[in-house]
């Protein structure tokens, strides 16, 4: 894939790819932290853009509880509210002008807006294919609600990467997530207050926390307490290491789904944020 210093084989790759997506990804994210300077910048151009593409997979929006609402009058809004706009057509019947559109209501079905924080674990080792399924997850929580995430990663500390009241392009929160470096000991109820205090600053009608982690916790800290004070938690586990993934959902009532590696990132995250 790289036949010569500071460069990179893109059709070597797409084969490598097309063979065996979660290798070759997890290749890609290795690569990004070459010391090859020149071979690092391509790689990191080419998993920007390739983090996204595979992020797309899957549904671009949640869907959420529909529920019934009022709202303004306008063509095919919605079925007319008789009840809340009786008093108009009253008054224009009786005065034998047109109803004041202005003054009638609809009645619709509205979706509520989902806010959502993505917990990254980089505690213990985080390269390859860990690293590249934590991109990919953070670039299709990007897609899904591009106005209403954010990004933390966590160890025995939690970290910004991307704040839920400042906007920042796809591309650059996966450039960010693939920059991580793990270490350390994981700290998780201290990661889930700090998804919490992300979330407060969204006004949406549903806060979703979202944990890619396998759930071992190794700092001390109430975690069932932390994760009782969020809104909703939903849990994304590593395939074949889910135990502590499963007790924690079992305590906690979160939902919760597996993922083998980053070319099921997306849709795991579609399974989520419903």
Known sequence: MSPAAGQLDEQAFADALAEDPDAALGLLADMTRATDAGLRDLARRLAGRLVVDVARRGPARPRGTGRMAEAAYRPDAGDLDLEASSEAIVEARAGGIAVDSERLRVRRWVQPRTAVCLLVDRSGSMGG???????????????????EFSVVSFARDAVVVKSHDVAMPAETVVERVLALRGHGTTDLAAALRVAGQQLSRSAAGRKLVVLLSDCRATEPGDVAAAAGALDELAIVAPAGDTDAAAALAALTGATMTTVRGPAEAADALSRVIT
Do not use: I, K
């Open 129 to 147: 294919r860990p690293l590249a399924t934590s991109a990919v997850a953070a670039a299709a929580v990007a897609f899904r609600v591009p106005d």
